[in-house]
């Protein structure tokens, strides 16, 4: 047990009636004491006090859930606040007590703590184990540390959309990477960033990136970067000294059929600014099922993306090369460039070609990488 309470005389006292139960205590007299003492061991239970100078009881389980999503903290509080209970219950605190605290409750509390804290061991453990099963879940201070993690491991790979007659480089698209263990898949990095209120700010970082990458290596062709809905009602993209602005020209923003354009306020005059700062607009995942048609009438896109659900195994699909053809007969009549995204096969390649396609991305040409990946022909 740790116990952390900045007035000694309380930590003695709870000290010992821990003690007297049998087991093991530590005591520290602040947070970020405790704070290197939970970081140097492991805890079955932490108990501590909230308001404590320099580091209170909320910081120091936020510090804690960086390294330890499991160990119980049970809080006890001479002043009591809805806030800081609100506050503590989010962060995943385990029990939120007033004092005066009569012993046998927070012996009980505590021998509670203990049990929940193995069985969140062992499910930890299965899951481990089933990595392929279960997300790892956590409280929204585990939720948090694993994105800050996942932002500080942050990088931005590129995949190459290619014209298949002209065997040649189209454009890059740039696709969102971490290498955080517990996000590494781009859904569940947004997904947390959705959950943590953080997709703008998500969004940014992702465009100062593709800046700075685009400073250092001009990428050899026409850039296309994905965006999030919460990156369409952001004043950065379209401020004059926005991190991407400078290099609108070459770039084409995705905009995914996910995304409820509906919901966006005044769309239209948005995507205008954006055509006026020189962007391009592609509509990304079309057939993926999340919109229709309308979003060619609400964006009016210079690019559409067709999803690679309508392109596997499109060459064994009589319906797939349908939907394809007219799709591909209804963006000509609109002068609107069609892209098929994740080919993977010759025979997919060939069939799309054969509809009357010509720009291709997937991995038969390459797998999005660092650098700009040179795509393969053959
Ligand atoms: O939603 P969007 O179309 O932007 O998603 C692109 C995703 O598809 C990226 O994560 C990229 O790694 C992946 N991808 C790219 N090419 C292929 C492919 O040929 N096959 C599969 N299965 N995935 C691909
Ligand atoms: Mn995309």
Known sequence: MLVVDDEPVTARGYARALSAAGYKVNVAHDGREAAAMAKAHSYDVIISDIAMPDMDGLALLRTIRE???????????????????????????????????????MLESVARAVRVHNLARVRREAMAVHELEGKPIGDRAGLEARFSSAVDKLWVAAQPIVSWSGRSIFAYETLLRTDEPTLRSPLDFFDAAERLGKAAELGRTIRQRVARQM??????????????????????????????TPFAKQVVLEITERAALDRIH?????VTRLRTLGYRIAIDDLGAGYAGLTSFAQLEPEVVKVDMSLVRGIDRSPVKQKLVRSIITLCTELGIQLVAEGIETVEERDALVALGGDLCQGYLFAKPGRGFPDPQFA
């Open 266 to 270: 005044e769309l239209q005059s948005r």
């Open 215 to 244: 400073r250092e290596t001009p990428p050899p062709a026409l850039l296309f970067v994905n965006l999030h809905p919460a990156d369409l009602e952001d004043d950065e993209l379209y401020a004059d000294d926005g991190a991407l």
């Open 67 to 105: 390294s330890d999503l499991d160990v119980p903290m049970i809080f006890m509080t001479g002043s009591p606040a809805l806030e800081s209970a609100v506050t503590a219950i989010e962060y995943g605190a385990f029990r939120y007590l007033v004092k005066p605290i009569a012993p046998e409750a």
